[in-house]
């Protein structure tokens, strides 16, 4: 049965830098995409940045342009989310998420496995 094990959360003050990565395991075939969203409380789930792992395609939500990367490693399976400037505003839930076949990068309904989360604590 396939998993996506996300690990790098925690706080930072705002303007610091943290690194998400997620890794999948167990899953018969490729993912082509992966992403992560965020859920801050009482806040609809967002999408955040995707990657089309075949092909490189990337989604960015506006928020975060200029600031995350997305990033992976086929090799390992993992995909990793580097995020930095951070501002107040990023708190929130970060999830791993990945398809088989992939549909719009940015909506939480296209994506059918998901992680676990981990937390982001900005403070400003």
């Known amino acids: 049965q396939g998993q996506l094990v996300e690990s790098g959360g925690g706080s930072v003050e705002t303007g610091g830098s943290l690194r998400l990565s997620c890794a999948a395991s167990g899953y018969r075939g490729n993912l082509q995409c992966m992403g992560w969203f965020r859920q801050a409380p009482g806040m609809e789930r967002e999408g955040v940045a995707s990657?089309?792992?075949?092909?490189?395609?990337?989604f960015y939500a506006d928020s975060v342009k200029g600031r995350f990367t997305i990033s992976q490693d086929n090799a390992k399976n993992t995909v990793s989310l580097q995020m930095n400037s951070l501002k107040f505003e990023d708190t929130a839930m970060y999830y791993c998420?990945?398809?088989?076949?992939?549909?719009?990068?940015?909506?939480?309904?296209?994506?059918?496995?998901w992680g676990q989360g981990t937390q982001v604590t900005v403070s400003s």
């Open positions: 990657i089309r792992t075949t092909g490189g395609n990337t």
């Open positions: 998420a990945a398809v088989f076949w992939c549909g719009d990068l940015s909506k939480v309904t296209d994506f059918a496995y």
